[in-house]
């Protein structure tokens, strides 16, 4: 890894963003900073060959190139955004034009310590978004490399703030962090779904069942978010003595709900784990 690499400042009002890789993650990213206003769309690159893939983002104003490394030469931040399996055959190949770049990657289980080695230097930052980045409303956590300025943090902070909510924490955590918000959407749609089947159950029209499930998650998700409330106190207001919410409760109650919930962020927490040893 090259040594004494000075960070050189991004300039806030100027600087252009590139994404090598150029699938839905990618897009939902670029959409959210456009959207927000955040980047103006003239500043975003990326390459693709697929006609589907370059009018994607063509269609709101993100110049598509050819190749990866026109991408590199034309941008000050870069956002690998390519499978895990690939991200090192990308990054060595692109080795020569990263020396003065700010790097990013959301490349699952990638270590920064691999991708500072590839890149030649360590100014990168690893990023964990979710799929809900898609309608903007992403969970995302981000670890800063040896030569990651706060400033490069902040910068990247504003970028995936775009796309729902971002936070920082250490490295060693990310595993942790993939079992729960990684995995964790896909838990959520079970109980919407589950939920709508209980509805259907009870008599209700599906469509109707399937809307309120999920409008009912997406509610109380805000209440716990935005209201400042514990979860456990939002619950007790619900349920009131001898209700109908307190006799819901003692059913998820009696089949270990709580438990199997966090059995479930433990379980993908160690295959995480299992992937990262690989």
């Known amino acids: 890894m090259a040594a004494g690499v000075v960070s050189v400042p991004i300039p806030n009002d100027t600087y252009n963003l590139g994404f090598i890789g150029a699938g839905k993650m990618a897009e939902s990213i670029a959409r959210g900073v456009v959207k927000s206003g955040v980047l103006p769309a003239s500043r975003i690159r990326t390459a693709h060959l697929g006609s589907a893939r370059r009018a994607a983002f063509e269609s709101f104003g993100v110049k598509v190139f050819d190749r990866n490394v026109e991408v590199i030469e034309d941008c000050d931040v870069i956002i690998f955004s390519v499978k895990p399996q690939i991200v090192k055959e990308v990054v060595l190949q692109l080795k020569p034009l990263l020396s003065e770049k700010l790097l990013v990657s959301v490349a699952a289980g990638v270590k920064l310590i691999d991708l500072q080695d590839w890149a030649g230097h360590s100014r990168f930052i690893r990023v964990i978004p979710n799929t809900p980045a898609a309608v903007g409303e992403a969970a995302s956590v981000m670890s800063l490399g040896a030569a990651a300025t706060e400033d490069d943090g902040e910068l990247i902070a504003r970028l995936f703030g775009a796309i729902g909510k971002i936070w920082k924490a250490d490295e ?17 749609y079970l109980a919407i779904e589950a939920l709508a089947d209980g509805g259907v159950a009870a008599g209700l029209p599906r469509e109707l069942a399937l809307g309120l499930a999920s409008q009912t998650v997406l509610g109380a998700a805000s209440m716990v978010s935005k209201g400042g409330k514990h979860p456990g106190q939002l619950k007790d207001d619900v349920a009131s003595p001898g209700g109908t919410t307190i006799a819901g409760i003692h059913e998820l109650e009696k089949g270990g709900f709580r438990g199997i919930l966090m059995n479930a962020v433990v379980a993908a927490t160690k295959r995480s784990q299992e992937f990262s040893k690989r």
């Open 172 to 188: 060693k955590l990310f595993d942790a962090i993939t079992g729960l918000s990684g995995s964790g959407p896909a838990y959520i």
